[in-house]
């Protein structure tokens, strides 16, 4: 079997608008940092996802950041989050001074479980961050719910599902604040970058100052710098290509869910495979596609896979099993059993619109012949 080269995990998705929209920028000869094209970015946003505001920043990571900060989190307040996620998810509460408390996830969307996450709450929780797992919408709802009766703020870290969707309304907008990447392998990518949504027109205008050095955004209002802020504002330049990129949105999301029902239709049929989980009325946009497997075969399975030219990865290793969080918190393995168990049996397989039914075929096929010698 071969494919004539070898298949990556993902590719960027370009055409020759993006760089045309690019190129439109940098001719101007101004506002390669600020300008309009970071306003009309964000207002194409707001229109695609539902939502009242959102702001962008030059990093998913710096969004987290920003959005903790605009909530008026601090060194008091505990902060919960999955331990299934990238490290910046843990990272960001430490960021304003806040502790990261860690929840175990569930089987089906790999996503908070709502069941344990009663048990972890304290006087000091004020924040849940909810993670969509690869473009899979987690159980929300039953998230939502007990923020809500627990009157705590409920952030959506969706940096790799825009687009998904819940009861046929775009993630973004379910939680008090949301936050995206795009960064290289997302549905849409500006290379590098960030957002925040959010319905509430005062933390748009924190998270406006926070990006930019604590600087007045009202308008009619002399500039003036009225809070502490950074610099994690998104140029123009980059703007102007993450606008050329979202109108592919649509068109990606509906590839990689055709991409994602071949996989699923060829792989399902080979014992000792288990297919992601898509909770009724909700969208899975397939940022990434995992399987699991036994843990004493996954990474002879990965490491064949690679042998064959095909590229995998896990994502991701439990946060806490990490040597800062052992450290600096004393966490051990045994702590959240099923986030472990998963990260030892999952492995994530390529996707991207790009990909070629032949190269498709040849994943399978991989597959399929790794667990019939076996």
Known sequence: MSTNGKIPLFKIHWDDEDIECVGNAIRQG?????????????????????????????????????????????????????????????????????????????????????????????????????????????????????????????I?????????????????????????????????????????????????????????????????????????????????ITAALGISQLKKMEANIVRRKQIAAYLTDRLRRIDGITMPTVLANHENIFQMFPITTATHRRDALMHYLNGCGVATKVYFRPVHLSQYYRNRFGYKEGDFPVAESIAQRVISLPIYPTLEEREMAFICDVINDFFNNQ
């Open 30 to 154: 101004m506002n390669w940092a600020a300008g309009p094209n970071v306003d009309l970015f964000e207002k194409r946003i707001s229109e695609k996802l539902g939502v009242r505001h959102a702001v962008v920043f030059n990093s998913g990571t710096s969004a987290l950041h920003a959005v903790l900060a605009a909530y008026d989190i601090t060194h008091r307040d505990e902060v919960i989050i999955p331990t299934f996620t990238f490290i910046a998810t843990a990272n960001a509460p430490q960021f304003v001074g806040a502790t990261p408390v860690f929840c175990d996830i569930e089987e089906d969307t790999f996503g908070l479980d709502p069941t344990k996450l009663e048990n972890t709450i304290t006087d000091n929780t004020k924040v849940i961050i909810a993670v969509h797992y690869g473009g899979c919408p987690c159980q929300l709802d039953a998230i939502r719910e007990i923020a809500n009766r627990r009157k705590l703020i409920l």
């Open 156 to 236: 959506e870290d969706a940096a790799g599902a825009f687009g998904a969707e819940m009861r046929g309304k775009k993630i973004g907008g379910h939680g008090d604040s949301a936050i995206f990447s795009f960064c290289q392998n997302k549905i849409i990518t500006t290379g590098e970058g960030g957002c925040v949504t959010t319905h509430s027109t005062c933390i748009a205008d924190k998270l406006k100052r926070f990006r930019s050095h604590g600087e007045n955004v009202a308008d009619g209002l002399p500039m003036e710098y009225i809070s502490l802020g950074f610099n994690f504002r998104m140029s123009n």
